[in-house]
């Protein structure tokens, strides 16, 4: 069969190429296996992409990658500014105010009354971050207040990241799993419309564990052309089995091997092969059929 331009190998079969083509198999491909084995595979399809001119934008909660290749390395830790202040980014140009307005509401739990109160005062020059809408004396500010923390302020504080082409955002010396998640929506948004890219998530499950997180997640697993998604997982919960796309099944637990079978409608029987070390299963739907490929992976 044909394969478009930006289709990357996986494996052989059998004297046989299999490749991943996001533009026949789906536009998210979601990779599953234990401990280092989805690192290994995301740095690989990540090189495979740079080889063929997309650039790269990968969030690593695991602190896999070493920044090698990479024009923008935002390191997010719990101890130091991020400037990742919605409002502000607005103003540079990333997203529009209702964006940084919505990211407000997300995080903050504002409803819809407020975050358009909201919205109206960043648009009027009231408010032009998050910490003055803290201190604004409106509804919405007592909201914010409720959960609002140190971390919050450092997160916002500091300059505007310059967001080049090719981006690393390292979680990897973060502990707060409520940074972590909102650090990766206001990003998410910023990065959201961008073509000709590669997005990478490592840990994916780590970044769905907050109401921020799991927000930020559609934003970059929405099919779009000229764009390919890579989420790698140590775990399989239902907010990542529910993407669509296609899944590359690594070596695994036999029951979490199981699981993600039974999640993408293979059905019991010798379509199911047990995956080994060393050994990668495609799993991909076309509108007539289900189709498993094994074959030995070299990454």
Same mark, same amino acid.
């Given at each position: 069969?044909? +394969? $478009? ?6 494996? #052989?079969?059998? *004297?046989?190429?299999?490749? +991943?083509? &996001? ?10 296996? /234990? =401990?280092?084995?989805?690192?290994? @595979?995301? *740095?690989?399809?990540?090189? =495979? ?14 602190? $896999? ?7 923008? !390395? ?14 502000? /980014? ?22 819809? @009354? ?5 919205? $109206? ?5 009231? !408010? #032009?971050?998050? &910490? =003055? ?12 207040? #409720? ?11 500091? =300059? !505007? &990241? ?26 998410? @948004? ?18 769905? +564990?907050?109401?921020?997180?799991? @927000? ?22 239902? $907010?990542?089995?529910?993407?669509? *796309?296609? !899944? ?52």
């Amino acid at each position: 069969m044909r +394969y $478009s331009r930006i289709a990357v190998k996986l494996f #052989e079969k059998e *004297g046989e190429d299999v490749f +991943y083509d &996001p533009a026949y198999h789906g536009r998210t491909l979601k990779v599953f296996g /234990m =401990e280092a084995f989805p690192d290994k @595979a995301l *740095g690989y399809l990540a090189g =495979e992409y740079h080889k063929k001119g997309y650039s790269r934008i990968i969030f690593d909660t695991k602190g $896999s990658f070493d920044g090698v290749g990479f024009d923008t !390395v935002l390191k997010i830790r719990d101890t130091q500014p991020s400037g990742l202040d919605p409002i502000k /980014m607005a103003e540079k140009g990333y997203f529009d105010f209702y964006t940084a307005a919505t990211i407000v509401q997300t995080i903050y739990g504002l409803d819809r @009354a407020l975050t358009e109160t909201l919205y $109206s005062d960043i648009l009027a020059g009231k !408010v #032009e971050s998050v &910490p =003055e809408a803290l201190k604004a004396g409106q509804k919405y500010s007592e909201v914010i207040a #409720e959960s609002y923390t140190a971390i919050d302020q450092l997160l916002y504080s500091g =300059e !505007v &990241p310059e967001l080049g082409q090719n981006i690393l955002v390292d979680f990897g010396d973060a502990h707060s799993i409520t940074l972590v998640g909102n650090a990766f929506l206001v990003l998410a @948004a910023a990065v959201e419309k961008r073509k000709k890219v590669m997005v990478g998530l490592n840990d994916a499950a780590v970044l769905t +564990y907050t109401t921020a997180g799991g @927000a930020g997640l559609p934003l970059l697993t929405k099919p779009a052309l000229k764009r390919a998604t890579v989420i790698a997982s140590e775990y399989a919960p239902d $907010s990542l089995l529910n993407i669509s *796309g296609p !899944v590359l099944l690594l070596y695994h637990e036999p029951d979490v091997q199981s699981m993600i079978y039974e999640a993408n409608g293979v059905p019991p029987g010798p379509m199911r092969r047990h995956v080994l070390k060393g050994q990668g299963a495609f799993i991909y739907r076309t509108p007539e059929t289900i189709n498993v490929e094994l074959g030995e992976l070299h990454i």
